[in-house]
């Protein structure tokens, strides 16, 4: 069985198309338009590995606050789709991963409800045209639209650059080992029988 999906959205603001495959080695290309994004993509495809196609044109003008959120909805949208009804699945996933001075946690229950926890303090400031506050944005779409309760909390760290990654490779890991394929699941990971 191939884990596949692919979502495109289009509005006023963005277009944007998303392929996505769980059992995958990190390929794929990703083109936003927003360069740490592409790069935050790129280590989520790698150590999540995830093949992972990503084509966002946007509003960027007026900042990339749009190209970002909507990006985190269609891929969130393409790892539930992609998820299908989460038979044989291990359901959980943690994993803390340094970054020279940072440190970041990330916990996730692929639980069928979308909830976000940001416990960080990114100072005000922008890597590119990636303002630091995008990240959690990232985050609270993706969480809401795959249906994953997602914990991030930063655990130490004072560059931006190094905490946002760190926290990258973290949901990688953590979505990585929550995704595979347990062979001694017989079924959906719940006493309900549902993840939903």
């Keep these: 069985m191939t884990r596949t999906a692919t979502v495109t959205r289009r509005t006023g603001e963005t277009d944007v198309q998303v392929t996505l495959t769980l059992?995958?080695?990190?390929?794929?290309?990703?083109?936003?338009?927003?360069?740490?994004?592409d790069h935050m993509l790129d280590l989520l495809a790698r150590h999540g590995h995830v093949d992972l196609e990503v084509r966002a044109t946007g509003d960027l003008q007026t900042g990339a606050h749009h190209t970002v959120e909507d990006v985190?909805?269609?891929i969130g949208q393409a790892l539930d789709q992609a998820l299908a009804d989460r038979a044989?699945?291990?359901?959980?996933?943690?994993?803390?991963?340094?970054?020279?001075?940072?440190?970041?946690?990330?916990?996730?229950?692929i639980s069928g409800r979308g909830l976000l926890v940001f416990e960080a303090q990114l100072p005000p400031g922008a890597i590119g045209n990636f303002d630091?506050?995008?990240?959690?944005?990232?985050?609270?779409?993706?969480a809401a639209n795959a249906k994953l309760t997602l914990h991030v909390s930063v655990q130490a760290g004072s560059n931006a650059h190094h905490v946002i990654e760190a926290v990258f490779k973290a949901l990688a890991r953590a979505l990585r080992t929550a995704v595979?394929?347990?062979?001694?699941?017989?079924?959906v990971p719940s006493t309900k029988g549902t993840l939903s």
Excluded: K, N, W
């Design 23 to 37: 059992d995958g080695t990190g390929a794929g290309s990703r083109d936003t338009g927003v360069g740490f994004l």
């Design 72 to 74: 985190g909805i269609c």
């Design 88 to 109: 044989g699945i291990t359901r959980y996933g943690t994993a803390t991963v340094p970054m020279d001075e940072a440190r970041a946690q990330c916990a996730l229950d």
């Design 132 to 142: 630091h506050e995008l990240a959690e944005e990232f985050l609270r779409a993706l």
């Design 180 to 187: 595979a394929v347990d062979p001694s699941e017989p079924g």
